[in-house]
């Protein structure tokens, strides 16, 4: 019986890989040059939104406070009012005793009543001078929330910007993903990883005269010659972002034929100058 043959995904290389990871960090590069675009435009409508909630939310708690106040201020007064109708209730008793202890009983009685009144007065001063302050504080927190044509503003802004680079940047992050899928778990991991971890996003990057194109520490010409060969993924030693040559993704060799019209042009002018001064 024959066996049927297995779709299974045939392994890529390790240049493969390589070309995979260099297209997947362009293409993040220029997510990241849209969010660069957009600026600190985000934090500060997020700061903003919060700033204005926490206000709205502290006013409305100040307002029950002071409903609470102006409660409590009518509820003494109605103390006072029930205070002074026993004491004058009191006093026409006191036309009626028959003996020293029932007028001295009514005696402290509106001694108390009187207290209570005192007492309530006080209570209604401090109650108007807390909700005095606290309308004060209202009136202060409803100023600060004209922050909100601030928001809308920079809402607006925001907008138009992601307006005008939303599409270019759905198409990217399409296509990242599916470069994403290109590449092994580990190895996709371990890029993003050293690209959190780095200042610039660059998780993977080419040598640069003789140096790592990242943090600009030389490279030892053996060690180029095996970044150059792709036949292992090699990181910088100092960084640990991941090394590729140059000419990694230069499809159609125009890159290297403008570096060696370069060099040899260089070379042209330096045997220039030696024949000149020989003469």
Do not use: H, W
């Not at 024959?2 to 220029?30: D, G, H, I």
């Not at 509106?110 to 606290?134: D, G, V």
């Not at 030389?218 to 090394?243: A, F, N, T």
């Amino acid at each position: 019986m024959a066996r049927e043959a297995k779709n299974e995904p045939k392994e890529l290389t390790v240049e493969q890989k390589l070309k995979a990871l260099y297209q997947l960090q362009t293409t993040l590069s220029k997510i990241d040059e849209i969010k660069t675009l957009r600026g600190e435009l985000p934090l500060e409508v997020q700061d903003l939104e919060d700033e204005i909630a926490g206000l709205s939310t502290r006013i409305d708690k100040i307002k029950s406070e002071v409903d609470e106040l102006k409660s409590a201020i009518a509820g003494k007064r109605v103390e006072i009012e029930a205070a002074k109708a026993s004491v004058e209730k009191y006093k026409s008793q006191q036309d009626n005793v028959r003996n020293n202890r029932e007028y001295d009983f009514l005696t402290k009685e509106i001694e108390f009543q009187s207290l209570e009144m005192e007492l309530c007065e006080k209570r209604i001063k401090e109650f108007t001078a807390e909700e005095q302050e606290k309308s004060e504080e209202i009136e202060k927190n409803t100023k600060a929330l004209e922050r909100q044509k601030d928001l809308d503003q920079k809402k607006n802004e925001l907008d138009e910007i992601i307006e005008e680079t939303k599409q270019e940047e759905e198409k990217l992050r399409d296509k990242a993903k599916d470069l994403e899928t290109k590449i092994e778990p580990r190895l996709l991991q371990s890029f993003k990883r050293i690209r959190k971890n780095s200042r610039n996003g660059l998780g993977i990057v080419y040598v640069q005269r003789d140096a790592c194109g990242g943090c600009f520490n030389k490279i030892p010409p053996q060690r180029q010659l095996d970044i150059r060969s792709r036949k292992k993924i090699i990181v910088c030693e100092y960084c640990g972002r991941i090394l590729i040559d140059k000419y990694i993704c230069d499809y159609d060799g125009s890159m290297q034929k403008a570096d060696l019209e370069s060099a040899m042009e260089a070379q042209k002018k330096k045997g220039r100058r030696i024949k000149k001064s020989e003469e």
